[in-house]
């Protein structure tokens, strides 16, 4: 085995790539692991949410009157306090022990027509869900963020071979909302 000395290039190819990986963690690169949450924040209270939707207003774009689940409020703080222990980023508390606390406010209930068949009946609807939130930190008794008008949704299909109930729809789209609040809830503030 012979070995051969390096030509005069080497060495600064050499001291190149050092100081390239000498440099990367003092530049720091953008990602983690880690979520944006706080350190101190471990635990979360989440007050059950508010109805606030106005039944009689409800509408959709064929004018006719949409199918009202009651509680919807329940399940929706049902499918937050879920996801947290789902994630485990926040661990779901009572209201005196939880180091945060999320509020929240139903204020919308919308189906849209999004496509019609030949004979103009609604093949597919758009079902969305809007709420208002406040994440406080309760160890500081501070406001952290407020977010009016955060939306979650789903779309179903009405007729056809992958048609659903609107019950199973609107199932989704709290369950997509859900997903949008934690994770809006863990990120940077």
């Not at 080497?10 to 944006?36: D, E, F, I, K, V």
């Not at 209930?109 to 093949?123: G, H, I, K, T």
């Amino acid at each position: 085995m012979t070995v051969r000395a390096p030509g005069p290039a080497a060495p600064w190819g050499m001291l190149c790539a050092l100081s390239a990986l000498c440099a990367l963690p003092a530049s720091g690169c953008g990602y983690t692991t880690r979520p944006g949450i706080a350190p101190h924040l471990r635990t979360v209270y989440v007050k059950p949410f508010t109805n606030k939707i106005d039944i009689a207003a409800l509408a959709t774009g064929d004018h006719r009157f949409p199918i009202y689940r009651h509680a919807m409020e329940v399940d929706l703080t049902k499918a937050v306090l879920d996801r947290y222990q789902l994630t485990g980023l926040l661990r779901p508390a009572r209201a005196e022990t939880a180091d945060a606390r999320l509020e929240g406010d139903l204020l919308a209930f919308r189906r849209d027509a999004l496509r019609y068949d030949a004979s103009q009946q609604v093949e597919e609807w758009r079902l969305t869900l809007v709420v208002d939130l406040k994440f406080y930190d309760q160890t500081k008794n501070e406001l952290l963020w407020v977010e009016p008008g955060f939306t979650g949704d789903t779309t179903y299909f009405a007729t056809g071979s992958q048609a659903e109930s609107e019950s199973a729809g609107i199932d989704r789209a709290i369950t997509d909302l859900a997903r949008r609040i934690v994770e809006r809830s863990v990120e940077d503030w």
